[in-house]
């Protein structure tokens, strides 16, 4: 106990870096939890633990414990209002052909058939509507020329959200909830822009006025640069990527280099520093400034007004956000006088973050971006004094060269090895030449291709925006080049089953214990990543997956692949059944199968158990007398009159999706709705 207090007191200058995972840990709780809690639940237990904390403010450690469950129940409180802040209605069953008419906020251009969201929606009737959206997210039949502010009207056919495919797969309906999206629709015949309901004031309205200006700025990129190099420029500017081909997406993921696509911290923080340096340069060189004034603190603030400017034409998606907090809070550091770059500040930007946006805590985007940044500040803060003793003394262009080099080798290691297990977890893939495919391109990318895209920027509102474009188009051509001929080496990626939720959480708080404390102890965060990988790897997999819709259905084989007996194996469903479980395909069919199918039932047998997939219901008397468990599309209150298990299409649009564990003696099913509970985003649609 002794020896656990002095190790307490000795990181006594770390315990405030321990804000944000205190508050983030209130907010995933919040998340967690299958019922929705009382608003002022969180803040009356947090008020009780501030008490309680002032009460024992003569004993260290039982205050600190008591201030840890004060800023846990803050984060939990933070979320619990933003949730009540956004809430908005989600339709509960489809509707239409129905007409609408909406006013354009977002379009998303890809290929064959654009994507808009609709807001201020008129219904042509709202009868049969138990409850109306606000917004919708809508797929036109073929390509437009609507522009962002445009009214439109036609008429559409709304389908509710749609719940998770699996038991712990991703929640599209709690996004949904946080971007007040209340359903999904596809057209039926063309729409048509029509005239506002109210003239528009962009000044009352600056995020339409910034999207209108970003669309038009992707415009005049595309027509200057058309093909998959404009798409790629365009993403880098505006962040529109819906333009990039499939085909250069998967390579740029397979060969490492897809956050190269996704604007976030290694672009605003080459925004800011190129604007830094030349700033500050240009005002070393006029005669008598740089004796009046500080030219590095007015070069840090034409650098954060840069980078402002870059959040707001760039779209301000999370990662650009979690970016500038980042990069703001560096340059007001600089400005003050301040550490530039420190783990302390780090938290702080995390902190922000997660008030304004709790709900991002559950993103890819969020954890990678402060894994990255966290693991690299506390790396380089450990190696900084041996780093200075190495240092040769006269620093020739050969050593600032070398320098250069293995500090970005180093970077990418420190930067895969945080970001690893958070893409293992939410992508199930694994790269393997992302190094050298990093070496290559991001000096690509700071050297050649960020300096024009900020000269194509000041110089197209002049009409001289064609020549910086194509420097930078040809910068992109060879990024591509590289990504395309690293994905094609043999072994470039590996896709790797899910990794369960606790297992996970061991890892990421084994990871955050590792860099957030100094003395020895901190290696037990090396033990807690390697118990955390090794627990997951043990996980159990579903045995067999029966979809919502009752259409597809699939079942693991003697080697763990997974097989379909029934519904398209192209699918989004069975899509991202495969990429839960590390598959490019699905299995082949063979002559030793647990899985066999006729026209009107499958067996699937596994040790003692049989379970059947009945399809017609001549099937039902024989597979009653030999299944352990009957799973059908069809729909039935009763199947076998109730002698043995079943799963039915009445318990599928209950419940969701289904998965089935089978061990020896025992048959364990899962559902959907038991793994979400009932919060406000699961009251409608999917399979309620």
């Keep these: 106990m002794l020896w656990l207090k002095s190790q307490i007191y000795a990181e006594r200058d770390r315990w405030i870096l321990w804000l944000p995972v205190l508050f983030g840990g209130g907010i995933g709780l919040y998340f967690n939890l299958f019922s929705e809690p009382a608003s002022g639940i969180a803040a009356g237990v947090g008020l009780g633990f501030l008490l309680a904390a002032f009460v024992l403010r003569s004993m260290p450690l039982p205050c600190l414990v008591c201030i840890a469950v004060v800023v846990t129940s803050i984060g939990f409180e933070v979320a619990k209002f933003r949730s009540d802040q956004v809430a908005t209605p989600q339709l509960s069953k489809p509707i239409g052909p129905i007409g609408v008419s909406g006013r354009i906020v977002r379009i998303e251009d890809f290929p064959g058939r654009p994507r808009l969201t609709l ?78 309901l109210k003239p528009s004031n962009l000044w009352q309205e600056p995020n339409i006025a910034i999207a209108k200006f970003r669309q038009s700025l992707s415009k005049k990129i595309l027509h200057t640069i058309p093909g998959p190099e404009g798409a790629v420029v365009t993403a880098l500017i505006t962040g529109d990527r819906s333009r990039i081909p499939k085909d250069i997406t998967s390579a740029m993921r397979d060969s490492g280099l897809a956050h190269l696509l996704a604007i976030s911290g290694l672009h605003i923080g080459l925004v800011t520093s190129i604007v830094f340096a030349v700033v500050r340069l240009f005002l ?10 500080d030219c590095k603190k007015w070069a840090a603030g034409a650098a954060l007004v840069a980078s402002f400017g870059y959040l707001l034409i760039s779209g301000g998606s999370l990662p650009t956000q979690l970016a500038f907090v980042m990069g703001a809070f560096v340059l007001c550091a600089v400005m003050l006088d301040r550490e530039a770059i420190s783990l302390r500040l780090v938290a702080f930007a995390a902190l922000f973050v997660l008030c304004l946006r709790p709900e991002s805590i559950l993103s890819a985007s969020f954890q990678m971006s402060f894994a990255a940044v966290t693991a690299l500040v ?3 803060e450990s190696a900084a004094p041996l780093i200075r003793e190495r240092l040769p003394a006269p620093m020739l262009i050969r050593h600032k060269l070398a320098i250069y080099l293995l500090g970005l080798a180093v970077t990418t290691v420190v930067a895969g090895l945080a970001t690893g297990a958070i893409a293992y977890f939410h992508f199930g893939r694994v790269t393997h030449y992302g190094l050298i495919a990093n070496l290559l391109a991001v000096p690509l990318t700071a050297f ?60 990421v708080l084994g990871g955050i214990w590792l860099c957030l404390m100094r003395q020895k102890w901190r290696y037990i965060g090396i033990l807690a990543m390697f118990c955390g990988f090794f627990s997951g790897s043990l996980a159990a997999k579903p045995d067999i997956l029966f979809s919502e819709s009752g259409k597809l259905f699939a079942v693991r084989l003697a080697d763990g692949q997974l097989k379909f007996g029934t519904g398209s194996q192209k699918s989004f469903t069975a899509n991202k059944w495969l990429e839960q479980s590390g598959q490019s395909g699905a299995r082949a069919i063979g002559g030793q199968d647990r899985l066999r199918c006729d026209w009107s039932a499958c067996i699937y047998t596994r040790g003692p158990h049989q379970i059947s997939l009945v399809r017609h219901p001549s099937a039902f008397e024989e597979d009653c ?64």
């Design 119 to 196: 807001d201020r929606l008129q219904w042509a009737q709202k009868s049969g509507i138990d409850l109306v959206p606000e917004r919708i997210q809508l797929r036109l039949v073929s390509s437009n020329a609507f522009e962002i502010g445009d009214r439109v009207r036609g008429r559409l056919k709304a389908l509710p959200l749609p719940a998770p495919v699996s038991p712990g797969s991703f929640d599209f309906q709690r996004s949904a909830w946080f971007k007040k999206i209340g359903a999904t629709a596809f057209a039926v015949g063309r729409f048509t822009k029509v005239e506002p």
């Design 284 to 293: 070393v060189l006029i005669p008598g400034v740089s004796l009046r004034i």
């Design 378 to 380: 506390a790396f380089y």
């Design 448 to 507: 050649w291709i960020m300096p024009a895209a900020i000269i194509g920027c000041l110089a197209i509102p002049f009409g001289l925006g064609a020549m910086p474009l194509e420097w930078m188009a040809f910068g992109v051509g060879n990024v591509l080049a590289i990504a395309e001929e690293v994905a094609s080496w043999p072994g470039a990626v590996t896709l790797v089953s899910k990794m369960p939720m606790y297992p996970y959480l061991l890892v």
């Design 625 to 688: 007398r030999r299944a352990v468990l009957v799973l059908t599309p069809l729909w039935r209150r009763t199947v076998c009159n109730g002698k043995i298990p079943s799963i039915t299409k009445r318990q599928l649009r209950k419940s969701g999706a289904h998965a089935v564990y089978l061990r020896a003696g025992d048959i364990s099913v899962v559902t959907v709705a038991e793994t979400r509970g009932v919060r406000p985003w699961t009251q409608t649609g999917g399979y309620r």
